[in-house]
């Protein structure tokens, strides 16, 4: 039981509005990214502004609990933004809250690089809030813009679309690492100062505490650009049609920004209703769906613990790998220079790639081939560095850089990709975007374990550590990798078809009493 628009959606031809809505989305998450990850450039600094002690001969250094919290606040809003938001999605439609994101995106990234007060608590104070509130708002693009570029793209290049939407998140890396070197430059050209080891305190030039404000607030920038197109986005034809109940609104939506004749068919619509009537929290959704949930949301969470722990702790290893100097051969401008440009060229040459050779490539090999070996490249990977932390260290840093660029080429190229997309492919309509929500929010949770628990290790640089961090992320990949078995292939066909929405029962969407029905009617087929 198909109906007229849905197939419409799903054969139609790729058109400049599916480029369009790739381009308005993944604004949302090239915003995203810069905003969680630009406090990396940056909080180095911060230390050395607000907590330098004379008496111990060392750079000030955030303590352990307030990085902690300056780098992993924006992660827990994100969690519950997601939350939030992704159920609204489903509620109130996905068009209604996605322009509120944004708004609550810019507001707080202003508001961040704003953050007040006459002493180190009150700035950091303020500045957690902000970025928790930021972070609220990022956390709903993941539900929204996952959903609304599935329900948009046709079935033959919906994954890839869908990829290329994550795959701005590499662009907002790479952009947070470059802003943050191109005003460091500029500011090391204007306000010269000797490093650390000759002038402690003269090192630590003033002018850098407009830079990290500044660095925070340009992320306000390309989120208030797409706000406009946002707004003039219609309704997705999938959330009209079948939540709403309205075939002839989804038609005439859907015809009006993709060259495509759509038939009303209301009366069908009733049935189709009625045979997908089952909420979230029902048993039919736990049979249909619960192994799939279960998947999406361990794979998540096992990603983020490593994902989110090589980005916020790249700034800590970077010495490590020669990419920067020492923190005492710097002064506080220099440091946020260098730290910036190796984010950047890790970003570039490895995060980056890895990113679009998943979009040029999900509908050839699939989005679970692609994960699988992505999770084990990583696990290899991080277990050579972990294993062989002390050579790499001290006599072969280029193998040190290459393998640590690899694992995030990996992480892109596999399931950092993948968990975004599948959550958006395997779910009916009409609890679609929680259930996205609910895989991304466990996905935010390991980061919350990357950000307050695996950031510990990497602090203070001691390679005991580092080498203790890289073998449990080493072990969590692993673990993906195994949980990755509790989600199917989904590429070539519709969501109706993935989600048995249409009545085509998959062995993976059917219940138990189908299965077995569908045994019994077989054996009797048989005996006939």
């Known amino acids: 039981m198909a109906l007229e628009v849905l197939e419409a959606l799903d054969s139609a031809r790729t058109q400049w509005y599916h480029v369009t809505a790739i381009v308005i989305a993944g604004m949302g998450f090239f915003t995203d990214a810069y905003d969680l990850f630009c406090i990396t450039t940056v909080s180095k600094l911060l230390g050395r502004l607000y907590y330098f002690d004379p008496s111990n001969g060392k750079p000030g250094k955030l303590p352990p609990t307030v990085n902690n919290f300056v ?63 930021l972070g609220f708002g990022i956390g709903g693009d993941y539900p929204l813009s996952a959903t609304i570029m599935s329900e948009y793209a046709n079935k033959r290049t919906r994954g890839a679309f869908i990829a290329a939407v994550f795959a701005m998140q590499g662009m907002g890396i790479i952009f947070a690492g470059l802003v943050s070197m191109l005003f460091s430059a500029i500011f090391k050209a204007y306000y010269e100062a000797p490093i650390f080891s000759k002038d402690p305190i003269v090192s630590t030039q003033p002018e850098g505490d407009l830079l990290w404000r500044l660095v925070l607030m340009i ?19 999938r959330y009209t049609a079948i939540v709403e109940g309205n075939a002839k609104q989804a038609a005439a939506d859907m015809a009006r920004v993709l060259d495509i004749e759509i038939i009303a068919e209301q009366d069908k619509l009733a049935e189709f209703k009625a045979a997908n009537n089952y909420t979230l929290g029902s048993r039919e959704f736990f049979d249909r769906h619960g192994r799939h949930l279960i998947g999406t949301m361990s794979c998540w969470f096992l ?29 506080a401008i220099d440091e946020v220079f260098q730290t910036s440009r190796a984010m ?24 679970h081939k692609i994960q699988l070996i992505g999770f084990f490249m990583m696990s290899f990977f ?41 959550p958006a492919e395997l779910f009916p309509t009409r609890v679609r975007s929680t259930c996205h929500a609910l895989s991304a929010a466990a996905g935010k949770a390991g980061a919350m374990v990357g950000a307050f628990g695996i950031q510990y290790y990497t602090l203070d640089g001691t390679a005991k550590k580092i080498k203790k961090a890289m073998m449990i992320l080493a072990f969590t990949n692993l673990l993906g990798f195994f949980c ?7 590429k070539g066909r519709s969501l ?32 006939m």
């Not at 950047?344 to 989005?367: C, D, H, N, Q, S």
Request: charged letters at 20%; aromatic letters at 16%; hydrophobic letters at 40%.
């Open 71 to 133: 780098t992993g606040v924006a992660l827990v809003g994100t969690l519950c933004g997601q939350l939030f938001f992704g159920y609204l999605g489903d509620k109130l439609g996905r068009k209604k809250v996605y322009g509120i994101t944004l708004i609550l995106m810019v507001a707080c990234a202003l508001c961040s690089g704003l953050s007040f007060g006459s002493s180190p608590k009150s700035v950091m104070t303020t500045l957690c809030f902000f970025r928790f509130l």
């Open 303 to 331: 990603l983020d613990i490593a994902f989110y722990s090589q980005n916020l702790t790249q700034k800590d290893i970077y010495p490590a790998m020669g990419l920067i100097d020492k923190d005492t051969a710097m002064n």
């Open 219 to 237: 992320g306000a920038i390309p989120a208030a650009m797409t706000y406009y197109w946002r707004m003039k986005m219609p309704e997705t034809g």
């Open 382 to 422: 991080m277990f050579i560095i972990g294993v062989k932390y002390d050579y790499l260290k001290d006599e072969n840093k280029n193998l040190f850089a290459l393998l640590y660029g690899l694992t995030f080429f990996f992480a892109n190229f596999g399931p950092n990709s993948t968990t975004f997309v599948l």
């Open 344 to 367: 950047f060229v890790v970003a570039l040459f490895g995060t980056f790639p890895g990113y679009w050779f998943t979009v040029f490539f999900i509908e050839k090999m699939g989005r």
């Open 484 to 490: 990755s078995f509790l989600v199917t292939e989904t």
């Open 496 to 527: 109706e078809e993935i989600s048995g929405e249409d009545g085509r029962e998959s062995e993976l969407t059917a219940t138990p009493n189908d299965r077995v029905s569908g045994a019994h009617q077989e054996s009797r087929t048989e005996k």
